[in-house]
């Protein structure tokens, strides 16, 4: 009975994988981004190694942080499944992290909703202030 336990485990960790392993894509790319803007290159046009150097690191964090918790998913499953008896306790930790994640997945996709609906927003606002000032200056 003890190997069932391991699957929930993996699979929590291959969702918590892809969601750090997306934030860390993201932010490392963002940061490095932000570092060869304001340092080297500015409102230049900046050369293709440069977005290379940029994927491949940012590319690397995501692989990285994905991998890591794929092996702490795995190695705490290998933990769990060679205590024996299966606890309740192991049942509510996957209950929780299950849940966590999908209030981060849900969270996250709200807020790109909301930011996508504001910058409509904005933009639509800019739109007509220009469309009222071209109207404005006719004589």
């Not at 969702?15 to 570092?35: D, E, K, T, V």
């Not at 092996?71 to 499953?77: E, K, N, V």
């Not at 209950?95 to 807020?111: D, K, N, R, T, W």
């Amino acid at each position: 009975m003890s190997k069932y336990i391991r699957g929930p485990y993996i699979v929590i960790a291959i969702i918590w994988g892809g969601i750090l392993g997306a934030l860390s894509f993201h932010a490392i790319g963002g940061g490095l981004a932000g570092i060869f803007w304001i340092f080297l290159f500015g409102d230049n046009a900046w050369p293709n190694w440069a977005w290379v150097i940029v994927y491949t690191m940012a590319g690397l964090a995501g692989v990285v942080a994905f991998s890591g918790c794929v092996f702490i998913g795995w190695s705490y499953s290998r933990k769990a499944s060679g205590k024996g008896s299966h606890k309740k306790d192991d049942y509510r930790r996957i209950a929780f992290l299950l849940v966590f994640s999908l209030i981060v997945i849900f969270g996250y996709v709200a807020y790109d909703n909301y930011q996508v609906k504001k910058n409509t927003l904005l933009h639509q606002q800019i739109v007509e202030a220009e469309k009222k000032r071209k109207e404005d200056s006719l004589p």
